[in-house]
């Protein structure tokens, strides 16, 4: 299935119906989920971490997919009606941050994606401990006084 509204593939602003289009497969962790829309879309589109996982936990406080123990995310009876009533939504308009809720936002989408990759049984975490110690001082840095 690809996913096209107008003359472009889906980007952010279709990426709701994206995730529920990906969704009804089967249930998906949010990188197995990044996966599908590149594949889907023949390699013309990947939502970033960034623009995923704060949509992902939107959904969920929506009720319109649940994050399962396993950390994959499916679909709800809600999201069944959804789909059917053809809403399209455009949660993001821009490409990076706009303001310090987005930022904050990105930065814990990206860190749930590296969490996907650990429970993946992915080594690129322990590889780059040491680029990854150094981002978690900076960080840190900000909140100190």
Same mark, same amino acid.
């Given at each position: 299935m690809i996913i096209m509204m107008g003359n472009m593939f889906g980007k952010r602003r279709d990426l709701r119906f994206t995730i529920l289009a990906v969704l009804r497969s089967g249930p998906k962790n949010g990188a197995e989920i990044m996966d599908? #829309?590149?594949k889907m879309t023949f390699g013309m589109w990947r939502p970033?971490?960034?623009?995923?996982?704060?949509?992902?936990q939107k959904m969920v406080d929506e009720n319109m997919i649940k994050k399962e123990p396993s950390g994959a995310y499916s679909l709800t009876q809600e999201s069944d009606s959804w789909f059917g009533m053809g809403h399209m939504h455009n949660p993001f308009s821009g490409n990076s941050p706009r303001n310090y809720d987005e930022a904050v936002d990105e930065i814990n989408g990206l860190v749930n994606f590296l969490e996907d990759i650990k429970a993946n049984g992915s080594t690129k975490l322990?590889?780059?401990?040491? #680029?990854?110690?150094?981002?978690?001082?900076r960080i840190r840095k900000l909140t100190s006084d």
């Open positions: 599908s #829309v590149e970033s971490p960034g623009s995923l996982y704060p949509m992902l322990k590889e780059n401990k040491e #680029v990854l110690d150094k981002i978690a001082d």
